[in-house]
Protein backbone atom coordinates (compact mmCIF):
# COMPACT_ATOMS: atom_id res chain seq x y z
CA UNK A 1 0.00 0.00 0.00
CA UNK A 2 1.80 3.58 -1.04
CA UNK A 3 1.38 6.10 1.34
CA UNK A 4 -1.57 8.31 -0.24
CA UNK A 5 -3.59 5.27 0.01
CA UNK A 6 -2.44 4.36 3.85
CA UNK A 7 -3.40 7.95 4.79
CA UNK A 8 -6.68 8.10 3.02
CA UNK A 9 -7.70 4.60 4.52
CA UNK A 10 -7.10 6.21 8.20
CA UNK A 11 -7.89 10.02 7.63
CA UNK A 12 -10.63 9.86 4.95
CA UNK A 13 -12.58 6.31 5.13
CA UNK A 14 -11.25 5.79 8.74
CA UNK A 15 -11.12 1.92 8.71
CA UNK A 16 -9.49 1.08 11.11
CA UNK A 17 -10.13 -2.51 11.65
CA UNK A 18 -9.43 -3.72 8.49
CA UNK A 19 -6.04 -1.02 8.23
CA UNK A 20 -4.92 -2.27 11.92
CA UNK A 21 -4.81 -6.10 10.52
CA UNK A 22 -3.27 -5.13 7.31
CA UNK A 23 -0.41 -3.72 9.35
CA UNK A 24 0.07 -5.88 12.04
CA UNK A 25 2.80 -7.38 11.21
CA UNK A 26 4.18 -4.47 8.96
CA UNK A 27 8.07 -3.31 8.96
CA UNK A 28 7.58 -0.61 7.59
CA UNK A 29 8.44 2.55 9.84
CA UNK A 30 5.42 4.74 8.37
CA UNK A 31 2.85 2.04 8.72
CA UNK A 32 3.77 0.66 11.96
CA UNK A 33 3.19 5.00 12.88
CA UNK A 34 -0.54 4.50 11.43
CA UNK A 35 -1.29 1.11 13.63
CA UNK A 36 0.14 3.37 16.32
CA UNK A 37 -2.35 5.95 15.59
CA UNK A 38 -5.07 3.72 15.24
CA UNK A 39 -4.13 2.07 18.52
CA UNK A 40 -4.49 5.69 20.18
CA UNK A 41 -8.04 5.92 18.74
CA UNK A 42 -8.78 2.64 20.13
CA UNK A 43 -7.31 3.64 23.54
CA UNK A 44 -5.15 1.22 23.75
CA UNK A 45 -2.31 3.66 24.54
CA UNK A 46 -0.06 0.47 25.71
CA UNK A 47 -0.10 -0.78 22.64
CA UNK A 48 0.24 2.92 20.77
CA UNK A 49 3.24 3.27 23.26
CA UNK A 50 5.35 0.04 22.44
CA UNK A 51 5.34 0.74 18.58
CA UNK A 52 6.31 4.46 18.90
CA UNK A 53 8.82 2.97 21.38
CA UNK A 54 10.24 0.47 18.88
CA UNK A 55 10.24 3.31 16.46
CA UNK A 56 12.37 5.55 19.01
CA UNK A 57 9.63 8.06 18.88
CA UNK A 58 10.22 9.47 22.18
CA UNK A 59 7.35 12.41 22.19
CA UNK A 60 5.09 10.50 21.17
CA UNK A 61 5.96 7.42 23.30
CA UNK A 62 5.45 10.17 26.46
CA UNK A 63 2.42 11.35 25.11
CA UNK A 64 1.03 7.41 25.40
CA UNK A 65 1.92 7.22 29.16
CA UNK A 66 0.70 10.56 29.17
CA UNK A 67 -2.78 8.95 27.98
CA UNK A 68 -2.57 6.29 30.70
CA UNK A 69 -1.70 8.99 33.31
CA UNK A 70 2.19 8.13 33.87
CA UNK A 71 2.61 11.85 34.02
CA UNK A 72 6.12 10.68 35.73
CA UNK A 73 7.47 8.67 33.48
CA UNK A 74 5.73 11.49 30.49
CA UNK A 75 7.64 13.98 32.76
CA UNK A 76 11.24 11.59 32.40
CA UNK A 77 10.99 11.26 28.64
CA UNK A 78 10.32 14.64 27.51
CA UNK A 79 13.16 16.14 29.56
CA UNK A 80 15.26 13.70 28.28
CA UNK A 81 14.82 14.54 24.58
CA UNK A 82 17.32 17.22 23.57
CA UNK A 83 16.20 18.46 20.69
CA UNK A 84 13.61 22.00 21.14
CA UNK A 85 10.46 21.35 18.81
CA UNK A 86 6.90 22.67 18.80
CA UNK A 87 6.07 19.67 20.24
CA UNK A 88 8.42 19.07 23.06
CA UNK A 89 7.69 22.90 24.06
CA UNK A 90 4.24 22.52 24.27
CA UNK A 91 4.65 18.95 26.20
CA UNK A 92 6.94 20.53 28.69
CA UNK A 93 4.24 23.62 29.10
CA UNK A 94 1.36 21.11 29.10
CA UNK A 95 2.88 19.28 31.87
CA UNK A 96 2.93 22.71 33.93
CA UNK A 97 -0.47 23.36 33.59
CA UNK A 98 -1.25 19.92 34.50
CA UNK A 99 0.73 20.68 38.01
CA UNK A 100 -0.61 23.69 37.84
CA UNK A 101 2.46 25.60 38.13
CA UNK A 102 2.94 27.29 34.89
CA UNK A 103 6.62 28.62 34.01
CA UNK A 104 6.75 28.64 30.43
CA UNK A 105 3.26 29.91 29.22
CA UNK A 106 3.30 28.48 25.01
CA UNK A 107 2.88 30.73 22.03
CA UNK A 108 0.36 31.74 20.13
CA UNK A 109 0.75 28.49 17.37
CA UNK A 110 1.66 26.14 20.16
CA UNK A 111 -1.77 26.42 21.42
CA UNK A 112 -3.37 26.80 18.09
CA UNK A 113 -1.63 23.75 16.81
CA UNK A 114 -1.80 21.24 20.16
CA UNK A 115 -4.34 22.53 22.43
CA UNK A 116 -7.65 21.42 21.18
CA UNK A 117 -6.12 17.90 20.12
CA UNK A 118 -4.54 16.98 23.10
CA UNK A 119 -7.28 18.57 25.39
CA UNK A 120 -9.84 16.31 23.45
CA UNK A 121 -7.17 13.33 23.68
CA UNK A 122 -7.46 13.51 27.59
CA UNK A 123 -10.48 14.16 28.06
CA UNK A 124 -11.45 10.47 25.82
CA UNK A 125 -8.54 8.84 28.25
CA UNK A 126 -10.47 9.86 30.86
CA UNK A 127 -8.27 12.15 32.73
CA UNK A 128 -11.17 14.91 34.03
CA UNK A 129 -8.32 16.24 36.72
CA UNK A 130 -5.64 16.61 33.94
CA UNK A 131 -8.17 18.37 32.10
CA UNK A 132 -9.84 20.40 34.27
CA UNK A 133 -6.35 21.52 35.86
CA UNK A 134 -5.74 22.64 32.11
CA UNK A 135 -8.33 24.79 31.54
CA UNK A 136 -8.47 26.34 34.57
CA UNK A 137 -5.17 27.83 33.27
CA UNK A 138 -7.49 29.18 30.35
CA UNK A 139 -6.70 32.71 30.91
CA UNK A 140 -2.92 32.20 30.98
CA UNK A 141 -3.04 30.49 27.18
CA UNK A 142 -5.54 33.33 26.45
CA UNK A 143 -2.42 35.58 26.41
CA UNK A 144 -1.03 34.37 24.21
CA UNK A 145 -4.19 32.76 21.66
CA UNK A 146 -7.32 35.01 22.41
CA UNK A 147 -8.74 31.81 20.51
CA UNK A 148 -8.24 29.45 22.97
CA UNK A 149 -11.35 29.62 24.72
CA UNK A 150 -12.98 28.98 21.58
CA UNK A 151 -10.28 26.00 21.45
CA UNK A 152 -11.63 24.58 24.92
CA UNK A 153 -14.85 25.34 23.71
CA UNK A 154 -15.25 23.14 20.75
CA UNK A 155 -13.71 20.00 22.69
CA UNK A 156 -16.11 20.35 25.05
CA UNK A 157 -18.61 20.96 22.39
CA UNK A 158 -17.36 17.99 20.55
CA UNK A 159 -17.21 16.09 23.51
CA UNK A 160 -20.77 16.79 24.70
CA UNK A 161 -20.17 18.55 28.10
CA UNK A 162 -22.25 21.46 27.02
CA UNK A 163 -22.73 23.30 30.41
CA UNK A 164 -18.77 23.45 30.51
CA UNK A 165 -18.53 24.49 26.82
CA UNK A 166 -21.13 27.66 26.81
CA UNK A 167 -18.84 28.73 29.95
CA UNK A 168 -15.78 29.43 27.97
CA UNK A 169 -17.88 30.67 24.47
CA UNK A 170 -19.16 32.93 25.97
CA UNK A 171 -15.92 34.01 27.49
CA UNK A 172 -14.49 33.56 23.90
CA UNK A 173 -18.00 35.79 22.82
CA UNK A 174 -16.29 38.11 24.63
CA UNK A 175 -12.82 38.22 23.29
CA UNK A 176 -14.11 37.89 19.70
CA UNK A 177 -17.15 38.52 19.11
CA UNK A 178 -16.95 38.60 15.04
CA UNK A 179 -16.20 35.20 15.13
CA UNK A 180 -18.94 33.45 13.68
CA UNK A 181 -17.77 29.65 14.65
CA UNK A 182 -18.39 31.17 18.10
CA UNK A 183 -21.58 31.35 17.90
CA UNK A 184 -22.26 28.65 16.11
CA UNK A 185 -20.91 26.62 18.76
CA UNK A 186 -22.79 28.24 21.21
CA UNK A 187 -26.12 27.63 19.41
CA UNK A 188 -25.32 23.70 20.19
CA UNK A 189 -25.04 24.37 23.54
CA UNK A 190 -28.35 26.04 23.29
CA UNK A 191 -30.03 23.33 21.24
CA UNK A 192 -28.56 20.91 24.13
CA UNK A 193 -31.01 22.11 26.89
CA UNK A 194 -33.68 22.82 24.09
CA UNK A 195 -33.38 27.10 24.27
CA UNK A 196 -34.68 27.33 20.73
CA UNK A 197 -34.91 30.89 20.59
CA UNK A 198 -31.13 32.04 22.20
CA UNK A 199 -30.13 29.09 19.12
CA UNK A 200 -31.73 30.77 16.57
CA UNK A 201 -30.49 34.28 17.77
CA UNK A 202 -26.92 32.50 17.97
CA UNK A 203 -26.96 30.90 14.75
CA UNK A 204 -28.50 34.23 12.96
CA UNK A 205 -25.95 36.11 14.75
CA UNK A 206 -23.06 33.56 13.02
CA UNK A 207 -24.53 34.26 9.66
CA UNK A 208 -24.33 37.57 9.73
CA UNK A 209 -20.92 37.94 11.43
CA UNK A 210 -19.55 35.06 8.93
CA UNK A 211 -21.28 36.58 5.45
CA UNK A 212 -23.81 33.61 5.42
CA UNK A 213 -21.44 31.18 7.45
CA UNK A 214 -22.86 27.55 5.98
CA UNK A 215 -22.50 25.81 8.97
CA UNK A 216 -25.19 28.24 10.94
CA UNK A 217 -27.34 28.56 7.47
CA UNK A 218 -27.65 24.87 7.20
CA UNK A 219 -28.33 24.07 11.23
CA UNK A 220 -31.06 27.23 11.40
CA UNK A 221 -32.79 25.53 8.34
CA UNK A 222 -32.88 22.44 9.86
CA UNK A 223 -34.44 24.04 13.24
CA UNK A 224 -37.04 25.91 11.24
CA UNK A 225 -37.85 22.72 9.20
CA UNK A 226 -38.20 20.58 13.04
CA UNK A 227 -40.88 23.24 13.94
CA UNK A 228 -43.12 23.47 10.73
CA UNK A 229 -43.49 19.89 11.45
Known amino acids: MNNLELLTKFYKDKDYNSLKHLLLYSNNPKEKEILARIYIEEKNYQAASAIYSDLNMQFEYGRCQLLMGNIDITKKVWNN ?4 TPATLWGKSLLEFINLYVIHTPTFFQ ?8 LDALLKANLISYCENIVNGAHILAQNNQES ?17 ELFLKKAKDVCYVDPEIHFLLAKCYLSKKDINNAKKALETSIEKGYGYYPAKKLLSEINYSNKI
Open 81 to 84: IQEE
Open 111 to 118: IRAFLEVD
Open 149 to 165: YKFIGRVFVNNKYFELA
